[in-house]
């Protein structure tokens, strides 16, 4: 952010709006590198073709492994189905998701941002484009600098050809996780799929390739919030990438630092190179020390430690550390890494909690279920015989792929209480038993009546049971039985 | 307004200061992106074409209704077309199908329920209350107590043709007015009243014939409404053993209703809802409980 004041005009305007500056960060290598290489491989390859992975679900269902079924309200993931009133699944990972990255953030820093961030994985692929197309940072500058000519249009058309079509894949692959995917292909290669799906798709594509070509580092300096709560949440003891500036300092030309050594005066390791600037992705100096606008991707770490090894000086001038260990090192102390210290032990208690009770409600799950709703107007309703009736509407969930049946019974009333089902002629010991189709509920009005003989209390605690014909599963629910004062 | 100051640098973070001061803190200068400004001037830009191309400004008795025509309440009424005909074929079902097989039928009863509802609370629930349960001179159609039947079938004709309305297949059958049309003296109508309030388990009048009553009874009353006060449905005679009166169930109320008897209408709703929202009606009416 401060190039960009450094650099701007005398106009009016440009005293409150800057122009962002152009980075044309530089081709480097090494480890750093090589772990993004393929956490983008790893990252988009699932993106790219997660729903072409089948998963056998039996008849009536779909046979994709990870699919949000908008019309029929259902969300698969593997072997886990979610139906809508389920979606407190969704909380559960959205808060393991949070933590992890407060976990991430107290452990290594942002490793989020520069390593998995899809706005830091697309950007490096659109970069890769680029230095294919257009040439590394030199090369760059300079083609920005030329006149337009045929080379340069031809160059310039094909770099965003090539943006275009990973954009248009991204968006393409985006809507193949809400339909069944090698069916929307053929679809959509036929102009016959439907109007939102290419909605979408020229949504994504816009924004993938506005956000990932040209918004780049200003994405996360201005429009992301997470750098602002990272922060805040950032302490002594985080790896975060660090310049070591109690051994790069004071800083020189290779040959100035020379001339210092010679004359016994202190000379840092770092020997004015620029290349951890010329190959950061957000254009930050890291010299400066940690700032909002830098990602830690440790790109920075791999050219610097290039440098290094060229000079024949240890590496590690920038890496990986803590504020912490800087302070000891000035007074003489050996470095500490504390991985494990009471936040990341909370954080990682979190986690497990949440994770255990989201599987423990996953492996114990009804695969039916039952709602009671008692009649509001009128509570109850007296019969000629002295007998009570109380209507209910009852819906039943038949989570299964095939048919099944449930017996009805209420438990609670005195015997002899009848129990009636509309619509439900099929009875065993006086139990309605109701089928309910696959992958379907069924809502069905069920009346209570008490024995004539039997004063019923104004309100008797009941319990609704649903007992499956086939595998003896059980639900139930509470309600009352509502009858007139007895006074 | 950039000369009305002096350039000034922030000596901590190297950033201009924008002049501005309120006790002894200075504001930096910290531009936003130019990118960000062209962003909010297109937003500017937007909305001016937004209001060309859609309903936008007030006026004072209408407003600008845009060059495209868009409307949300032509777009509800096409929605609500659309619903129309989207039940159309479960309702021509309903029409085709028996009462007494709807309810067989998982997805025409579930049809036939809501439908049944909807038309209810329209309709019906202004003198038989939402739940059903009517009102003092008005059935309650929850309990098990019918005047004209509570079959499918009975439920069925009295709504398609009302009681005592104008209707070729109405319902009709008329208490005579004992007491008005001098039919019955005052005592003779006490000794009546004293005799059906003894049968039902209501407190008598002291001192009152009550054989003299029951001989009023047979001669008068037991034609319609049953020798052993059981009422007659096909005549609409109400039992007088139910728990339940329409008019009340006290010895004045039972005066009041021989001298001077209330015969409530209903109307015939064949002539107002189709015939599929009136077989709604009654596998709904019927599914309160009470059918029989």
Redesign the interface.
Known sequence: ??T??ET?GGG?????????TKIYPLATHGLFRRIKWALLFITLGIYYFLPFIRYDRGPNAPSQAVLVDMDNARGYFFFIEIWPQEVYYLTGLLIIAAVTLFLMNAVAGRIWCGYLCPQTVWTDLFLWVERKVEGDRRERIAFDKQPWSATKLGKRATKHFFWLMIAWWTGGAWVLYFNDAPTLVWQLLTFQAPMVAYMWIGILTATTYLLAGF?RE?VCI?MCPWPRIQAALTDEKALNVTYRWDRGEPRGSLKHNKQLEAQGLPSGDCIDCYQCFQVCPTGVDIRKGPQLDCIQCGLCIDACDNIMTKIGKPTGLIAYDTDENIERRIEGKEPVYEIVRVRTVIYVAVIAVVGIIMLAALLTRDFADISVLH????VY??????SV?N?YTVRLSNKRRHDRHFMLHVEGMPPNTMV?A??V?ETFAGRPIV?V?PDTT??I?V?V?SPPWEKMPHSTPVTFRITESVMGEVITAKDTFKAPDPD | MSDTHPKEVDQVSGVETTGHEWDGLKELNNPLPKWWLYLFYVTIVWAVIYWVLYPSWPLISSYTTGVLGSSQRAEALAALEEGVAGRSQFADQIVATPLEDISSDQQLLQFAMANGRAAFGDNCAPCHGAGGTGFEGYPNLQDDTWIWGGTLDDIHTTLLHGIRVDNDDARFGEMPAYGRDELLTKEEISQVANYVASRTGLETDEGVDLAAGETLYVDNCAACHGDNLEGIQDVGAPSLMSANYLYGKSLDAIKAQITNPRNGVMPAWEDRLDPATIKSLTVYVHAFGGGQ
């Open positions: 952010m401060s960009d004041t701007h009016h305007d440009d005293e409150w709006f800057a122009s962002a918004m200003q201005y009649d509001r107007n009128p309703v007296e019969q000629s015989d002295g009736r209507g009636e509309v619509g002629t089928q189709g069924r809502e009005r009346l009546t």
